[in-house]
């Protein structure tokens, strides 16, 4: 037989994404509807970020920066094309209406009104394209006697009972130091958006998303309405002590590190006091539930908290560990970058940038077997994809002029 030259291995094809060939117009801003958008990239929708020419997303300028790039931005801004378009000049309003055609998704954070008074409302995108699913995110939805009011993560902070619960019990009510109520709003946001794509599989018809703010953040704080409606209970402020599991807290070490021990399961609480040489305590009759060993925070405490500060933090995590006892390091993002499961995980991930060269951020929320997402770039410049976008449109280059000449983009 004639010698068969050796052939190179194909490489696999690489899966379809789970979103491709969803479309998504991002027209929001800080930063709850821009994370939605995000999300739903990291998966394969095409997002297309729709900014004011003369005001960007304020996420640019959020935050450090190097070189003169915002970094909050690479990180939100990530698997999205930017183009500008100011959507209260006719020009722009048109230009909206045909990207609306082709899309399956807009995702907005307007006060409501203002699509309206650009003639941008439900009823003009919807005949422009009966599909459409217009995701609404406000600080207080579309109705209401606050609806008309600014609404920021802060407010609802405050306004769902978190704040209220969150602190030292002698001490003011306490708010996130970061962006809690828009990031669990934008996780809402995309299963909304998810949820009414799954829908209109079935009807082939779009709907309105209306998110507010407030109300996410309700709902993850438990059952703390229903407690109320029923006995008439309100929670107080008990610092990083539990009212429903004891002993759970953050404790220092001989070396002066911290570390979080919870003891959700009763085994585990078991298993802690054995560990730190109190297994007494096990056999007394408020043990047998985490609401009763609660009412004994002090007593379970100092037992815990005495035999980890007598030790240094590697010493107590071992110990712990061998105990199958739950336990964790109170880590800054200095930690987290080299902890052993993120790397493992691949949860803080390197994106190539153009601008800024290799860069880490945190990777896509879940992974997928069959159609992982991917960072496919960072975030982008304002309007790098302007021209792009529009001649995708069918516009002609002085279609796109006058437009421009218009101040539409």
């Not at 997303?57 to 935050?63: A, F, K, Q, V």
């Not at 045909?98 to 439900?122: H, M, Q």
């Not at 964790?328 to 993002?333: L, W």
């Not at 994809?385 to 279609?399: C, F, I, Q």
């Amino acid at each position: 037989m004639p010698h068969q030259p050796h052939q190179p291995p194909v490489p696999p094809t690489p899966p379809t994404p789970a979103l491709s060939g969803l479309r998504v117009l991002d027209l929001a801003t800080l930063f709850a509807g821009p994370l939605a958008a995000t999300l739903l990239g990291d998966f394969g929708a095409e997002v297309i970020k729709v900014e004011h020419p003369a005001k960007p997303d304020p996420s640019r300028g959020h935050g450090p920066a190097k070189d003169g790039h915002g970094l909050w931005w690479k990180f939100l801004g990530r698997n999205k094309r930017t183009i500008t378009l100011d959507l209260s000049r006719p020009g722009g309003r048109r230009t909206l209406l045909s990207l609306a055609a082709s899309a399956d998704v807009i995702v907005e954070n307007f006060r409501p009104g203002t699509l309206e008074k650009w003639d941008l409302g439900w009823p003009e995108l919807s005949a422009a394209n009966p599909r459409l699913v217009l995701a609404r995110v406000t600080g207080f939805g579309q109705f209401g006697p606050y609806a008309h009011r600014p609404g920021f993560g802060t407010l609802a902070e405050a306004m769902s009972g978190f704040a209220a619960i969150t602190g030292e019990p002698d001490g003011p009510p306490t708010l996130p130091p970061f962006g809690l109520a828009d990031s669990i709003a934008g996780l809402a946001t995309a299963y909304a958006v998810l949820t009414a794509l799954a829908a209109r599989d079935r009807t082939g018809q779009g709907q309105v998303v209306d998110m507010a703010l407030i109300e996410p953040i309700l709902t993850v704080l438990g059952p703390h309405p229903t407690w109320y409606d029923q006995l008439g209970h309100v929670q107080r402020r008990t610092g990083n002590r539990s009212a429903n599991n004891a002993p759970r807290n953050t404790y220092r070490t001989a070396d002066g590190t911290w570390v979080a021990v919870s003891t959700s399961a009763q085994s585990v609480a078991e298993r802690v006091m054995r560990l730190v040489g109190r297994p007494e305590l096990i056999e007394e009759p408020w043990f047998a539930s985490g609401a009763d060993r609660a009412r004994h925070t002090g007593i379970l405490d100092e037992a815990v908290g005495s035999w980890i500060a007598a030790r240094p933090r590697d010493e107590v995590l071992a110990a712990f560990e061998k105990a199958e006892a739950a336990i964790a390091p109170v880590q800054d993002v200095r930690d987290v970058m080299t902890d052993p499961q993120y790397a493992a995980l691949d949860t803080v991930t390197t994106v190539d940038d153009p601008d800024l060269g290799p860069l880490r951020m945190q990777n896509v929320l879940f992974r997928l077997s069959d159609t992982p997402g991917a960072i496919r770039w960072a975030g982008r410049p304002h309007g790098a994809d302007t021209d792009t976008v529009l001649t995708g449109l069918g516009l002609t280059p002085a279609e796109i002029t006058a437009l421009r000449e218009e101040g539409a983009v």
